[in-house]
């Protein structure tokens, strides 16, 4: 089945610092892959998304490329915020399984100090 | 722009109680998910709905839990007898078809006592 592993958390960072989370993906066919982030008490928003290799997805100052050599889909930001603290969850669909259902993973959780 | 919405956005329970969860998709779309998160934990797929049926369900989608589209709008979960593992963050999907992105709902915080 289908798979998403995130690199653990949770990460702490100072305002402006340089922010990679790591994404790796398991599928068969060809998923389309996402990033949400959760502020606390709140629900999923959609950060970005890429559908096909070599897409980059951008939102915000945040950006993802959709590498299919390496099954990766690494979050990255120049410099941080403190409002950017957040729970990052890495995600994918695909429209060849049965119903198209998202697989996320575990969720990386971002504090960002001023 | 249209959005998913649920109702309630917080249900309190006692251990034991049904509750229906409801979800109204945005109008054009096709297939219809519920989604669970524990409390600090990741989102779990509970089940798919398409064409007015199941179409997949995971190991959590026991016999307490249904799913149903009663009217065309509505896409309820129902949960027979609570227990308190069902304390989570329930979230309703929808997507057209031919595509990839799933809308999320805002949630509904179930909490049982």
């Known amino acids: 089945g289908n798979s998403v592993t995130q690199m653990e958390g949770p990460v702490t960072l100072s305002e402006e610092a340089f922010l990679t989370i790591n994404c790796t993906y398991t599928?068969?066919?060809?998923?389309?892959l996402f990033w949400y982030v959760q502020y606390p008490g709140e629900g999923l928003q959609l950060l970005l998304k890429?559908?096909?290799?070599?897409d980059k997805g951008s939102n915000k100052g945040f950006e993802a490329t959709y590498r299919k050599e390496t099954t990766s889909f690494h979050l990255e930001k120049g410099s941080v915020q403190v409002s950017d603290s957040a729970v990052y969850f890495c995600?994918?669909?695909?429209?060849?399984?049965?119903?198209?259902?998202?697989?996320f993973g575990d969720g990386t959780t971002l504090t960002v100090k001023p | 722009e249209p959005e998913v919405t649920q109702t309630p956005s917080h249900q309190v329970t006692q251990m034991g109680q049904e509750v229906i969860l409801r979800c109204v998709p945005i109008?054009?779309?096709?297939?219809f998910y519920w989604y669970r998160q524990i409390l600090g934990q990741k989102v779990e797929f509970l089940v798919s709905?398409?064409?007015?049926?199941?179409?997949?369900k995971s190991e959590i989608f026991d016999d307490q839990f249904s799913v149903e589209r009663p009217d065309g709008s509505n896409f309820t979960l129902k949960i027979r007898s609570t227990k308190l593992e069902d304390s989570a963050m329930y979230f309703c999907?929808?997507?057209?078809?031919?595509?990839?992105?799933?809308?999320f709902g805002p949630g509904t915080r179930l909490t049982v006592l």
């Open positions: 599928a068969t066919g060809y998923p389309s």
């Open positions: 999907a929808s997507k057209p078809s031919g595509y990839n992105e799933q809308f």
């Open positions: 890429a559908t096909k290799a070599d």
């Open positions: 109008s054009n779309h096709l297939y």
């Open positions: 709905f398409y064409n007015n049926e199941i179409s997949e």
């Open positions: 995600a994918l669909s695909a429209l060849n399984t049965n119903a198209g259902k998202s697989t």
